[in-house]
Antibody, heavy 116, light 110 residues
Framework: EVQLVESGGGLVQPGGSLRLSCAAS????????MSWVRQAPGKGLEWVST????????YYADSVKGRFTISRDNYKNTLYLQMNSLRAEDTAVYYC?????????WGQGTLVTVSS | QSALTQPVSVSGSPGQSITISCTGT?????????VSWYQQHPGKVPKLMIY???DRPSGVSNRFSGSKSGNTASLTISGLQAEDEADYYC??????????FGGGTKLTVL
């Protein structure tokens, strides 16, 4: 059974940094593209970033480009999202997802709140 | 990175059928058969209902079906039930190698 467990969320001040983790199990992690998706309170789903299985190809939404970095450790079966220069508008539940384009699996999400 | 276009809200009575549309462009919906539909109840994780335009994950009721014509995909729910009341989101793979979502549709069961 595919399991994705996010962690690392919390309260951070504007301009601060946070690193999210997504621990994966139940599948061959290195074979799959992984993504982060977020949902601001009361808003819709927003794709944030995608990373290929090898870790070579990365893609970012314009709203986070230059501030967020996606990475993975295929030995630890873990996906990461390093978030720098955080803004109030980054406040959201962040979900990691396996194979987002097709038969996706999602984690339970972790809440990031950017506020002073 | 514009969102796919969905109606803000739709409604129907129990037992009826409803259809939610999802309009994109030739760079996303029109170019790939990688359209998915999610159901989200308040405070819950989005649940995959349809993937690859027409396929249902195991455990999803066959009352849910998907289709596509040109740049527009559709989700049809037949035999509407009270538990179907939720927000629904479409998504599509794009020529730029990422996924975009629709703005979401609130389904009300009258």
């Amino acid at each position: 059974e595919v399991q994705l467990v996010e962690s690392g969320g919390g309260l951070v001040q504007p301009g601060g940094s946070l690193r999210l983790s997504c621990a994966a199990s139940g599948f061959i992690f290195s074979s799959y593209t992984m993504s982060w998706v977020r949902q601001a309170p009361g808003k819709g789903l927003e794709w944030v970033s995608t990373l290929s299985g090898s870790g070579v190809s990365t893609y970012y939404a314009d709203s986070v480009k230059g501030r967020f970095t996606i990475s993975r450790d295929n030995y630890k079966n873990t996906l990461y999202l390093q978030m720098n220069s955080l803004r109030a508008e980054d406040t959201a539940v962040y979900y990691c997802a396996k194979d987002l384009a097709t038969r996706a699996n999602w984690g339970q999400g972790t809440l990031v709140t950017v506020s002073s | 990175q514009s969102a796919l276009t969905q109606p803000v809200s739709v409604s129907g009575s129990p037992g009826q059928s409803i259809t939610i549309s999802c309009t994109g462009t030739s760079s996303d919906v029109g170019d790939y058969n990688f359209v998915s539909w999610y159901q989200q109840h308040p405070g819950k994780v989005p649940k995959l209902m349809i993937y690859d335009v027409t396929d249902r994950p195991s455990g999803v009721s066959n009352r849910f079906s998907g289709s596509k014509s040109g740049n527009t995909a559709s989700l049809t729910i037949s035999g509407l039930q009270a538990e179907d009341e939720a927000d629904y989101y479409c998504s599509s793979y794009t020529t730029s190698s990422y996924v975009i979502f629709g703005g979401g549709t609130k389904l009300t069961v009258l």
